[in-house]
């Protein structure tokens, strides 16, 4: 017999489940069941975790085969995915079967591979960060653009801080941009980001946005 | 109940009375006034080029995943690539879709199956849509820039959860001399955003999305309430100040020290 | 009044009604009559001969229906008469002549047993109505016309072909099918008897053009269905001195104009049975005036190909038997059929006429078209469906007969030529004419045109209604007098147009013109002539090209086509029995169902036609009476234009005529002198501008214009290296030539209301073995940052001897956790178990999170590496997050704070929450610090403030090595985007003003 999950069963399932978390943050009754409905979506969420994983896994094997440009890449990742892996599996067989922690090359892969490798891509944002700034001008040229511009460089300027050449004043400047405007600005920001967060779950919730396809 | 959690209830139900009050007194979408938002009007834009020219869309989901805050934004994406997907099904080739969490990337191979089926556009097998580039956000920029890169990529659009990343994305595509549109809830990445990309979503911006691409009346609907609230907001704070200049508001920290 | 039964609900109707009142059902029934029953068709297909239903039900032997519609000469004649005296109801009145109430009852007839009825015999059935519009008495005294099959009327059809068929004078039926034949005219037949009540005479009804006014009340009505009669009635005077005409000269309305001047030699009221079907016949020109004669050729109706000029055209001749007729040979088996059927119909009936039409008032109302004059019930029993006039071997299979079987049934004699105006004849010869029949043409044989030489082909032009066919030129004494026709059915010489149109492709062959067509060009002026000015004695109307298909060509006409033989004029005088709708199968339906197309088609294209057509072209002539329209121009100006006249065309057919609009095109005005053109209108210079604007428009319509598309935002790759290369070149030497600068120390005023101050301060307050948990929830990507700023707290924790406890809601916090104790605590010598406790990855993120607020043990029971963590000393006094001395965040993302601060900061009772966070999200969780209540109590943020927190502590630690290059870096950023902002500020200003400068010259 084939059943049919499509809504309106998942919308169903994805409505009264909403609900019921929801209750459970106010109404004291709804505690347990919430509890135990958040549990299973954490573990969903990291089976979920593996399915992302295998599903990049199967991408990049097909790209393999098909003739592109980027079959090499591909390559690369599923070679150190797996090695990774095995890795991974070798380490914690050892450590549970010799009862000793020993994650030893695990640890090396990401101390010495992924470690460096995202620090360098953050330093290189940096750099990346300096010339946006530098060419907001050019993009827009406006009044927030320009106001932008010169909050930049105060800011960064207030941050300087090398006797002698430290200048007192730009760091007042600099405290009261981060603690008035900017905060105020944040605070404003976040108020609208929540209000839209709410209508966005309360969407979920009577059933009008379905992200899980229909 | 804390008082806490009653004002949670009272917004929630605020919340729900307004958007149905709106959907039902909301004006047709042609005529429904709502300021001009460029970054959506740049994507109607793109998707035209693109359905033109016979170039394709991508459009990137980001980090974030539907446990945390950032769930919000990563709905509010998959909104915006549903729409999309829909706009452009008309494309030779259609849209690509990328994301840096697993439970997005399986919400948006969803998304993309069922938009594609509603408008009888077969899902391009060869284009896988919807996978996952990267567990974490620099790897997932990293495995992004490819797909940027592109030289059958005529726009980005980048909607979700984002951090500092987004700036490998952005001038990724800027060095590509393709339109990016951008926009998240992360306030370090929107400034980031506002500096590097074309066109930027700032705040609310992204959650607005369903009603600019044409989502349906609930999404005027939501921004209607939005609105209403806010407003509300503004006076609450408005009467915080007044009354914290009158003095009474120490009567209410008490107030609302106890209840919490 | 007579009183008309309904057949469908039986109740009782007046006799002028043709729809019951009641229940809206035809009156006139299609139901097949009893066998015994006389039928509206015996009328129509001239079988008012025998008005007894009687006589009309000998089943139908095996020649066809049509056989004997065509058969019999006299029901014609009959139908004509009683089209005569029907009243001044509608045409239809004269269609269906009413009962007459004093008739006998029709009590065979009235109801039509449906069962008797043959699904296939819908025309059967249609025949097979009460008749009521049979008003008059003479209608009414008109013999039951035989039983009849209407397709195989072999006398009408005889008429139709122009044949003679001296027996068949019954089956007047349809005899405008049929050429008129000699004993098809009324002439030779018997005086016109009473058509049954029944018989649907509506076309001797119409002969009024044949009838005198006085004795045709019905002529009036009949004249209104003169449509296609030439307006030259008055050249049918003998039409109308024949009162006793029941030849109904309708449906002559294709015969040509002449024929009203072949009336007087139309007079053979006698002419033999209607030759129905007889269409495809085209009387030559000969022809035309014996169809013009309704005594002569009182079958001659749809004769209106024939043409006008009756005495012209000869006789027409017999037509070939069926068996030599291909195709359809619906007429040949009508002839051949009528021997057979009309032998045995009384000799009483008359079959000239379309006996079939005119009701017999006496006869039970049975099919239309049935002929009961011609039906023979011994050789045509009754059919299938019970009415009377059809065999078992019904008329309608032999309209697939092979002709030649039929026409060895064929015993009558030959019947009266088809009176020339005989359409069906017409068709016939122009097909056989044409370059576009082929012997195995696919067209069919009822629509084909005989090739019978136009001398062959009877002279009248217009056949009669309810006539026989048509007699020859010798047997023009039988034909139907034309002015029995009604003048719609009349082709007279008023039908100028129509003879124009045949005469253009007559012109080069006579041999295969038609007769009427013939006639026609023989009366015309030469061809010359004809080109430049209308055509003597034709009306304007007549002036119309003949199309190319059907011009006559000698060498196409000299054969004529088996399948079209029976539709010619038989030379042997037989009359061949011709069958409607009897082709020769399989020629027919190979030529219908062949994907080739018919000849007749395919010689359209031939290069001959059309070098023929394009001979004839020559310019429009405008008629002789619109030439005398013309207006005389009085002026007498030399330029003939009078004062208030502007302008008088000299060109085309308005020449002469002032105050016209000008012929020649002067559309192509060309803008510029248009524009030179002063105007008269006040125009001002907002309307000059438009006026511009659209020249321009105009003017650049046809210009290609280049897209220039937008240039896309060029990457500064020169500004990007260089803020690289003197970043990095900074930065890497200040850390490696730099060494340690000491930055001032902060002071107590700025450590009071620091959170670095507030966190020093707590920590201070820990002692030794007091668990502590850290979080570490942050990306390997801030790592350089967050570990410089939380090394100086976690060595200040370490310092104080408390435990450790270490947690992350990232996958990497972990392993980030065990690199951090590696690389920033290394002195204090934690072991992992004993002083520290790495519980691992806590997924779920904020669920997860207040999961493990809620019941920590639960959701954590191991460690890292899969020990007791919560019996390790670390953990072994803590049950719940509130026996945690504090928590430490550490974390570079704002949304993770306000995670922490909102799931477990509400929680805490008396543990504290403190944070290490990235410069970035310092706004944030700034007002958790400094809102009240304090959810957050002390935090650290970026290197800055570890830096000031290592001060405090006096141990210097990552924040002070990398102070320097940090601050360095500052400089150059500041440096780099101050120069490079303001560079690209004034550039873009440069930009746009330009691009505002080309956008005013453009």
Same mark, same amino acid.
């Given at each position: 017999?084939?059943?049919?999950?499509?809504?309106?069963?998942?919308?169903?399932?994805?409505?009264?489940?909403?609900?019921?978390?929801?209750?459970?943050?106010?109404?004291?009754?709804?505690?347990?069941?919430?509890?135990?409905?958040?549990?299973?979506?954490?573990?969903?969420?990291?089976?979920?975790?593996?399915? *992302?994983?295998?599903?990049?896994?199967?991408?990049?094997?097909?790209?393999?085969?098909?003739?592109?440009?980027?079959?090499?890449?591909?390559?690369?990742?599923?070679?150190?995915?797996?090695?990774?892996?095995?890795?991974?599996?070798?380490?914690?067989?050892?450590?549970?079967?010799?009862?000793?922690?020993?994650?030893?090359?695990?640890?090396?892969?990401?101390?010495?591979?992924?470690?460096?490798?995202?620090?360098?891509?953050?330093?290189?944002?940096?750099?990346? +960060?300096?010339?946006?700034?530098?060419?907001?001008?050019?993009?827009?040229?406006?009044?927030?653009?320009?106001?932008?511009?010169?909050?930049?460089?105060?800011?960064?300027?207030?941050?300087?801080?090398?006797?002698?050449?430290?200048?007192?004043?730009?760091?007042?400047?600099?405290?009261?941009?981060?603690?008035?405007?900017?905060?105020?600005?944040?605070?404003?920001?976040?108020?609208?980001?929540?209000?839209?967060?709410?209508?966005?779950?309360?969407?979920?919730?009577?059933?009008?946005?379905?992200?899980?396809?229909? | 109940?804390?008082?806490?959690?009653?004002?949670?209830?009272?917004?929630? @139900?605020?919340?729900?009375?307004?958007?149905?009050?709106? %959907?039902?007194?909301?004006?047709?979408?042609?005529?429904?006034?709502?300021?001009?938002?460029?970054?959506?009007?740049?994507?109607?834009?793109?998707?035209?080029?693109?359905?033109?020219?016979?170039?394709?869309?991508?459009?990137?989901?980001?980090?974030? *995943?539907?446990?945390?805050?950032?769930?919000?934004?990563?709905?509010?994406?998959?909104?915006?690539?549903?729409?999309?997907?829909?706009?452009?099904?008309?494309?030779?080739?259609?849209?690509?879709?990328?994301?840096?969490?697993? #439970?997005?990337?399986?919400?948006?191979?969803?998304?993309?199956?069922?938009?594609?089926?509603?408008?009888?556009?077969?899902?391009?097998?060869?284009?896988?849509?919807?996978?996952?580039?990267?567990?974490?956000?620099?790897?997932?920029?990293?495995?992004?820039?490819?797909?940027?890169?592109?030289?059958?990529?005529?726009?980005?659009?980048?909607?979700?959860?984002?951090?500092?990343?987004?700036?490998?994305?952005?001038?990724?595509?800027?060095?590509?001399?393709?339109?990016?549109?951008?926009?998240?809830?992360?306030?370090?990445?929107?400034?980031?955003?506002?500096?590097?990309?074309? $066109?930027?979503?700032?705040?609310?911006?992204?959650?607005?999305?369903?009603?600019?691409?044409?989502?349906? =009346?609930?999404?005027?609907? &939501?921004?209607?309430?939005?609105? @209403?609230?806010?407003?509300?907001?503004?006076?609450?704070?408005?009467?915080? #100040?007044?009354?914290?200049? +009158?003095?009474?508001?120490?009567?209410?920290?008490?107030?609302?020290?106890?209840?919490? | 009044?007579?009183?008309?039964?309904?057949?469908?609900?039986?109740?009782?109707?007046?006799?002028?009604?043709?729809?019951?009142?009641?229940?809206?059902?035809?009156?006139?029934?299609?139901?097949?009559?009893?066998?015994?029953?006389?039928?509206?068709?015996?009328?129509?297909?001239?079988?008012?001969?025998? =008005?007894?239903?009687?006589?009309?039900?000998?089943?139908?032997?095996?020649?066809?229906?049509?056989?004997?519609?065509?058969?019999?000469?006299?029901? +014609?004649?009959?139908?004509?008469?009683?089209?005569?005296?029907?009243?001044?109801?509608?045409?239809?009145?004269?269609?269906?002549?009413?009962?007459?109430?004093?008739?006998?009852?029709?009590?065979?007839?009235?109801?039509?047993?449906?069962?008797?009825?043959?699904?296939? /015999?819908?025309?059967?059935?249609?025949?097979?109505?009460?008749?009521?519009?049979?008003?008059?008495?003479?209608?009414?005294?008109?013999?039951?016309?035989?039983?009849?099959?209407?397709?195989?009327?072999?006398?009408?059809?005889?008429?139709?072909?122009?044949?003679?068929?001296?027996?068949?004078?019954?089956?007047?039926?349809?005899?405008?099918?049929?050429?008129?034949?000699?004993?098809?005219?009324?002439?030779?037949?018997?005086?016109?008897?009473?058509?049954?009540?029944?018989?649907?005479?509506?076309?001797?009804?119409?002969?009024?053009?044949?009838?005198?006014?006085?004795?045709?009340?019905?002529?009036?009505?009949?004249?209104?269905?003169?449509?296609?009669?030439?307006?030259?009635?008055?050249?049918?005077?003998?039409?109308?001195?024949?009162?006793?005409?029941?030849?109904?000269?309708?449906?002559?309305?294709?015969? %040509?104009?002449?024929?009203?001047?072949?009336?007087?030699?139309?007079?053979?009221?006698? =002419?033999?049975?209607?030759?129905?079907?007889?269409?495809?016949?085209?009387?030559?020109?000969?022809?035309?005036?014996?169809?013009?004669?309704?005594?002569?050729?009182?079958?001659?109706?749809?004769?209106?190909?024939?043409?006008?000029?009756?005495?012209?055209?000869?006789?027409?001749?017999?037509?070939?038997?069926?068996?030599?007729?291909?195709?359809?040979?619906?007429?040949? &088996?009508?002839?051949?059929?009528?021997?057979?059927?009309?032998?045995?119909?009384?000799?009483?009936?008359?079959?000239?006429?379309?006996?079939?039409?005119?009701?017999?008032?006496?006869?039970?109302?049975?099919?239309?078209?049935?002929?009961?004059?011609?039906?023979?019930?011994?050789? $045509?029993?009754?059919?299938?469906?019970?009415?009377?006039?059809? /065999?078992?071997?019904?008329?309608?299979?032999?309209?697939?007969?092979?002709?030649?079987?039929?026409? &060895?049934?064929?015993?009558?004699?030959?019947?009266?030529?088809?009176?020339?105006?005989?359409?069906?004849?017409?068709?016939?010869?122009?097909?056989?004419?044409?370059?576009?029949?082929?012997?195995?043409?696919?067209?069919?044989?009822?629509?084909?045109?005989?090739?019978?030489?136009a001398e062959e082909m009877p002279e009248e032009v217009t056949p009669p209604e309810y006539s026989p066919p048509a007699a020859d030129n010798d047997d023009n004494d039988e034909a139907i007098p034309a002015s029995d026709l009604p003048a719609w059915l009349h082709i007279d010489g008023d039908d100028e147009s129509l003879n124009a149109f045949l005469q253009k492709k007559d012109r080069t062959n006579e041999e295969y013109k038609p007769a009427i067509v013939r006639g026609i060009t023989d009366k015309l002026p030469p061809q010359e002539e004809d080109d430049d000015e209308p055509a003597t004695g034709l009306s304007d109307s007549q002036q119309i090209k003949f199309p190319s298909w059907a011009e006559e060509k000698k060498k196409a006409a000299e054969k004529i086509p088996e399948?079209?033989?029976?539709?010619?004029?038989?030379?042997?005088?037989?009359?061949?029995?011709?069958?409607?709708?009897?082709?020769?199968?399989?020629?027919?339906?190979?030529?219908?169902?062949?994907?080739?197309?018919?000849?007749?088609?395919?010689?359209?294209?031939?290069?001959?036609?059309?070098?023929?057509?394009?001979?004839?072209? &020559?310019?429009?002539?405008?008629?002789?009476?619109?030439?005398?329209?013309?207006?005389?121009?009085?002026?007498?100006?030399?330029?003939?234009?009078?004062?208030?006249?502007?302008?008088?065309?000299?060109?085309?057919?308005?020449?002469?005529?002032? %105050?016209?609009?000008?012929?020649?095109?002067?559309?192509?005005?060309?803008?510029?002198?248009?524009?030179?053109?002063?105007?008269?209108?006040?125009?001002?210079?907002?309307?000059?501008d438009y006026v511009n604007i659209l020249k321009k428009l105009i003017t650049a319509e046809n210009k290609t214009k280049t897209i220039l598309k937008p240039a896309p935002v060029a990457t500064q790759r020169v500004l990007r290296w260089l803020i690289a290369i003197i970043m990095l070149v900074t930065t890497t030497g200040t850390i490696i030539f730099g060494g340690v600068v000491e930055a001032e120390p902060p002071t107590s005023a700025q450590v009071l209301n620091s959170g670095y101050g507030a966190l020093y301060e707590q920590i201070e307050g820990l002692h030794d073995g007091q668990p502590v948990l850290i979080a570490f929830d942050y990306q390997p990507a801030s790592a350089g940052e967050l570990h410089a700023a939380a090394a100086g707290v976690v060595d200040h924790l370490m310092k104080q001897g408390t435990y450790l406890s270490f947690i992350s809601t990232q996958p990497t916090g972990p392993a980030l956790a065990d690199h951090f104790l590696a690389t920033t605590q290394g002195q204090h010598n934690y072991i992992h178990t004993q002083h520290y406790i790495n519980l691992g990855y806590l997924p779920g993120e904020s669920a997860g999170l207040l999961s493990f607020v809620i019941a920590p043990k639960k959701i954590i029971p191991l460690a890292f590496d899969g020990s007791n963590a919560w019996g390790s000393p670390p953990l072994l006094k803590v049950d719940s997050i509130n026996d945690f001395a504090m928590v430490l965040v550490i974390t570079d993302d704002p949304d993770t704070a306000k995670t922490w601060i909102e799931q477990v900061g509400t929680?805490?009772?008396?543990?504290?929450?403190?944070?290490?966070?990235?410069?970035?999200?310092?706004?944030?969780?700034?007002?958790?610090?400094?809102?009240?209540?304090?959810?957050?109590?002390?935090?650290?943020?970026?290197?800055?403030?570890?830096?000031?927190?290592?001060?405090?502590?006096?141990?210097?630690?990552?924040?002070?090595?990398?102070?320097?290059?940090?601050?360095?870096?500052?400089?150059?950023?500041?440096?780099?985007?101050?120069?490079?902002?303001?560079?690209?500020?004034?550039? /873009?200003?440069?930009?746009?003003?330009?691009?505002?400068?080309?956008?005013?010259?453009?």
């Amino acid at each position: 017999m084939k059943i049919n999950l499509k809504s309106p069963v998942s919308t169903a399932i994805a409505i009264g489940v909403g609900i019921i978390v929801l209750a459970g943050y106010f109404i004291p009754s709804f505690i347990n069941i919430r509890f135990t409905l958040l549990r299973t979506g954490l573990v969903l969420a990291a089976v979920a975790l593996l399915v *992302g994983i295998i599903n990049l896994i199967t991408v990049h094997i097909k790209k393999l085969g098909a003739d592109s440009e980027n079959s090499g890449y591909s390559l690369i990742l599923v070679i150190a995915l797996l090695a990774t892996l095995i890795i991974g599996i070798i380490d914690m067989v050892q450590t549970y079967l010799v009862g000793k922690p020993n994650f030893q090359m695990t640890s090396w892969i990401f101390t010495n591979i992924q470690l460096p490798i995202e620090t360098s891509l953050l330093a290189v944002t940096a750099i990346s +960060l300096t010339y946006a700034a530098a060419s907001i001008l050019r993009k827009r040229m406006d009044l927030f653009s320009i106001v932008f511009f010169f909050v930049v460089l105060l800011v960064l300027l207030g941050s300087f801080s090398i006797p002698p050449a430290t200048l007192p004043f730009l760091q007042v400047i600099r405290n009261w941009i981060l603690r008035v405007p900017a905060l105020g600005g944040a605070r404003g920001l976040l108020l609208g980001i929540a209000l839209g967060a709410i209508t966005t779950g309360i969407r979920v919730l009577m059933g009008t946005d379905r992200p899980y396809g229909e | 109940m804390s008082a806490t959690g009653f004002t949670g209830i009272v917004v929630i @139900v605020l919340f729900v009375g307004l958007m149905v009050f709106f %959907s039902f007194i909301n004006k047709d979408r042609k005529t429904y006034n709502i300021r001009p938002i460029p970054a959506y009007d740049k994507i109607i834009q793109e998707i035209n080029v693109a359905v033109e020219d016979g170039s394709q869309l991508h459009i990137s989901l980001g980090s974030g *995943g539907i446990t945390g805050a950032e769930s919000a934004a990563a709905l509010a994406g998959l909104g915006i690539l549903k729409q999309v997907i829909e706009k452009s099904s008309v494309c030779d080739h259609p849209p690509v879709a990328s994301t840096g969490n697993p #439970v997005i990337s399986i919400l948006a191979q969803d998304t993309i199956k069922g938009s594609s089926k509603a408008i009888s556009v077969s899902d391009n097998i060869e284009n896988p849509s919807g996978e996952l580039i990267g567990v974490t956000p620099f790897s997932y920029a990293a495995g992004a820039l490819s797909t940027i890169r592109n030289d059958n990529v005529s726009a980005n659009i980048h909607t979700g959860w984002f951090g500092n990343e987004i700036t490998w994305i952005t001038t990724a595509g800027e060095r590509q001399s393709s339109p990016t549109i951008a926009g998240t809830s992360q306030l370090p990445a929107q400034a980031v955003i506002y500096a590097s990309a074309s $066109d930027p979503l700032i705040g609310e911006e992204l959650f607005a999305g369903g009603a600019y691409l044409g989502a349906g =009346k609930m999404h005027q609907a &939501s921004i209607s309430a939005q609105d @209403v609230v806010r407003w509300i907001i503004i006076f609450i704070i408005l009467a915080s #100040v007044l009354l914290n200049i +009158l003095g009474i508001d120490v009567f209410i920290e008490k107030i609302l020290a106890g209840s919490m | 009044m007579t009183e008309i039964l309904c057949p469908t609900c039986g109740k009782p109707n007046t006799d002028d009604q043709n729809f019951c009142d009641h229940c809206s059902a035809p009156l006139f029934s299609v139901d097949p009559l009893p066998p015994d029953s006389p039928s509206l068709r015996d009328d129509i297909f001239d079988n008012n001969d025998t =008005k007894t239903p009687v006589q009309s039900t000998e089943p139908m032997d095996e020649g066809s229906r049509l056989d004997s519609l065509l058969a019999p000469e006299e029901p +014609l004649e009959e139908a004509l008469q009683t089209a005569e005296s029907t009243d001044e109801f509608s045409r239809l009145d004269d269609l269906i002549p009413t009962p007459d109430p004093l008739d006998a009852p029709h009590t065979k007839g009235d109801t039509q047993p449906v069962e008797e009825s043959e699904a296939s /015999s819908r025309l059967d059935d249609f025949f097979a109505t009460d008749d009521p519009y049979t008003g008059s008495e003479e209608e009414k005294k008109q013999p039951d016309p035989p039983a009849f099959d209407p397709f195989l009327e072999p006398s009408a059809r005889d008429e139709l072909l122009g044949e003679e068929t001296p027996v068949e004078k019954n089956g007047g039926d349809w005899q405008y099918l049929t050429e008129p034949s000699s004993e098809d005219s009324l002439s030779g037949k018997t005086p016109p008897v009473e058509e049954p009540a029944d018989n649907l005479d509506f076309l001797s009804s119409l002969s009024d053009d044949s009838t005198p006014e006085e004795e045709s009340p019905a002529q009036e009505s009949d004249e209104e269905w003169d449509l296609l009669t030439t307006p030259a009635n008055e050249k049918e005077p003998v039409r109308k001195e024949k009162p006793t005409e029941e030849q109904v000269d309708a449906w002559d309305f294709l015969s %040509s104009s002449a024929a009203a001047e072949e009336t007087p030699q139309k007079e053979e009221t006698e =002419k033999g049975p209607v030759k129905e079907w007889d269409f495809p016949t085209s009387p030559s020109a000969e022809e035309v005036p014996a169809l013009e004669d309704p005594s002569k050729d009182p079958g001659n109706e749809w004769d209106f190909l024939a043409t006008p000029s009756v005495e012209e055209e000869p006789v027409i001749t017999k037509q070939p038997g069926p068996e030599t007729a291909g195709g359809l040979d619906i007429l040949s &088996s009508l002839d051949g059929e009528k021997g057979a059927a009309g032998t045995e119909q009384p000799a009483s009936e008359s079959a000239g006429e379309l006996d079939f039409l005119t009701p017999d008032p006496e006869s039970e109302p049975g099919p239309i078209g049935f002929r009961p004059d011609l039906y023979d019930e011994d050789e $045509d029993p009754l059919p299938e469906f019970g009415s009377p006039g059809f /065999s078992e071997d019904s008329g309608w299979l032999d309209m697939i007969q092979d002709p030649d079987s039929r026409k &060895s049934a064929v015993e009558t004699p030959p019947e009266p030529s088809k009176p020339q105006t005989d359409w069906l004849d017409k068709i016939k010869r122009l097909n056989k004419s044409s370059d576009m029949v082929d012997e195995d043409s696919s067209f069919p044989d009822w629509l084909s045109v005989s090739d019978t030489p136009a001398e062959e082909m009877p002279e009248e032009v217009t056949p009669p209604e309810y006539s026989p066919p048509a007699a020859d030129n010798d047997d023009n004494d039988e034909a139907i007098p034309a002015s029995d026709l009604p003048a719609w059915l009349h082709i007279d010489g008023d039908d100028e147009s129509l003879n124009a149109f045949l005469q253009k492709k007559d012109r080069t062959n006579e041999e295969y013109k038609p007769a009427i067509v013939r006639g026609i060009t023989d009366k015309l002026p030469p061809q010359e002539e004809d080109d430049d000015e209308p055509a003597t004695g034709l009306s304007d109307s007549q002036q119309i090209k003949f199309p190319s298909w059907a011009e006559e060509k000698k060498k196409a006409a000299e054969k004529i086509p088996e399948d079209l033989e029976f539709l010619a004029g038989r030379e042997d005088g037989t009359d061949p029995v011709i069958d409607p709708f009897q082709v020769e199968e399989e020629e027919f339906f190979d030529d219908l169902f062949s994907d080739e197309l018919p000849s007749w088609l395919t010689s359209a294209s031939s290069d001959s036609v059309f070098e023929d057509f394009e001979d004839e072209l &020559s310019l429009g002539e405008l008629p002789g009476w619109v030439e005398a329209m013309r207006p005389v121009v009085e002026s007498n100006d030399a330029t003939g234009l009078s004062e208030d006249e502007d302008y008088i065309e000299n060109y085309g057919p308005l020449a002469g005529i002032p %105050s016209v609009l000008p012929a020649e095109a002067e559309v192509a005005f060309d803008p510029e002198k248009t524009a030179r053109k002063p105007l008269d209108l006040f125009a001002s210079k907002s309307h000059q501008d438009y006026v511009n604007i659209l020249k321009k428009l105009i003017t650049a319509e046809n210009k290609t214009k280049t897209i220039l598309k937008p240039a896309p935002v060029a990457t500064q790759r020169v500004l990007r290296w260089l803020i690289a290369i003197i970043m990095l070149v900074t930065t890497t030497g200040t850390i490696i030539f730099g060494g340690v600068v000491e930055a001032e120390p902060p002071t107590s005023a700025q450590v009071l209301n620091s959170g670095y101050g507030a966190l020093y301060e707590q920590i201070e307050g820990l002692h030794d073995g007091q668990p502590v948990l850290i979080a570490f929830d942050y990306q390997p990507a801030s790592a350089g940052e967050l570990h410089a700023a939380a090394a100086g707290v976690v060595d200040h924790l370490m310092k104080q001897g408390t435990y450790l406890s270490f947690i992350s809601t990232q996958p990497t916090g972990p392993a980030l956790a065990d690199h951090f104790l590696a690389t920033t605590q290394g002195q204090h010598n934690y072991i992992h178990t004993q002083h520290y406790i790495n519980l691992g990855y806590l997924p779920g993120e904020s669920a997860g999170l207040l999961s493990f607020v809620i019941a920590p043990k639960k959701i954590i029971p191991l460690a890292f590496d899969g020990s007791n963590a919560w019996g390790s000393p670390p953990l072994l006094k803590v049950d719940s997050i509130n026996d945690f001395a504090m928590v430490l965040v550490i974390t570079d993302d704002p949304d993770t704070a306000k995670t922490w601060i909102e799931q477990v900061g509400t929680i805490l009772e008396d543990t504290t929450l403190n944070m290490v966070v990235s410069a970035q999200a310092e706004p944030l969780i700034q007002p958790y610090f400094r809102s009240s209540p304090q959810l957050l109590k002390g935090y650290v943020s970026g290197i800055i403030d570890s830096m000031n927190y290592e001060q405090l502590l006096n141990r210097p630690n990552l924040a002070t090595t990398a102070w320097l290059p940090f601050n360095l870096g500052i400089i150059v950023t500041v440096g780099t985007i101050f120069i490079g902002g303001l560079a690209n500020g004034v550039l /873009s200003l440069f930009s746009r003003h330009r691009s505002r400068v080309a956008g005013d010259v453009k």
